[in-house]
């Protein structure tokens, strides 16, 4: 559990965050420090971990079972996951019912920026060969992968799926303008950044930075975003260019 006391939920204003998980003690240490704690501290947003074996219909805790048809795995049961779902949606109404999954839509900025304006977002925290097919059409909303490639289970995902919402809600980051600046909003990359001295071992800030001269300075970070991006991504280009 989060080791500052909780916020009253009626001190809420923007977000409540339900992450379904089988490793509920893993997710919360990701919310217990910087940004994300702060926010929940502020009351911007609010973050719950369900443990999915509270749910389980076995004396033991299991809430998988074996694939039919055979094959290798285990595969999270419909039952005791659609129990817990009901349970969260008889109290509130999800704008979103996320479940994190390699074939799911991939995680962007845009994305992100649109998840950020809702008010209750569920996440279920996949697990060994995925979830019942069952609950994927008729519970979930939308489905997101972090990338092509495999984890053990969801819950790194579904941290880095709040850690990218979160910071967006406004109050959560003090310059809000910085957010606005990150890589992949105006569809680039950052430019480079640089901060004192104004020379180390030789090492120079481009006089630009130096100048005062705001036009000049936002020129030249577009510059510098622009071939920055042609360099290390250029599939962000060709997106650009075909919109």
Not at 42 to 66: A, Q, T
Request: glycine share 8%; net charge negative.
């Amino acid at each position: 559990m989060p080791s500052y006391a909780p916020v009253k939920p009626s001190d809420f204003a923007n977000m409540r965050l339900d992450i379904l998980t089988l490793f509920p003690n893993m997710m919360s240490m990701f919310f217990e420090e910087s940004i994300l704690s702060r926010a929940q501290k502020k009351g911007i947003v609010e973050v719950v971990f369900h443990d999915l074996h509270d749910y389980s219909l076995s004396r033991y805790g299991s809430v998988d079972d074996y694939p039919y048809g055979g094959g290798a795995g285990m595969v999270m049961a419909v039952e005791p996951l659609a129990n817990c779902i009901e349970e969260l949606k008889a109290q509130r109404t999800y704008d979103e019912i996320i479940y994190t999954a390699p074939d799911g839509e991939m995680l962007s900025q845009p994305m992100a920026n649109t998840l950020s304006l809702k008010q209750n977002l569920m996440i279920l925290c996949g697990h060994y060969k995925g979830v019942d097919e069952r609950l994927r059409e008729h519970f979930i909303t939308k489905e997101i992968s972090i990338g092509d490639y495999v984890l053990t289970g969801g819950e790194l995902a579904a941290a880095v799926i709040a850690d990218t919402v979160i910071r967006l809600i406004p109050g959560v980051i003090g310059d809000e303008q910085s957010a606005l600046g990150d890589s992949f909003q105006d569809g680039l990359l950052a430019p480079p950044e640089y901060t004192r001295p104004p020379e180390f071992r030789g090492w120079r800030v481009p006089d630009v930075l130096l100048s005062g001269n705001h036009a000049k300075i936002e020129q030249w970070r577009y510059e510098q975003a622009l071939q920055r991006t042609k360099e290390r991504r250029p599939d962000l280009i060709k997106a650009i260019s075909e919109k």
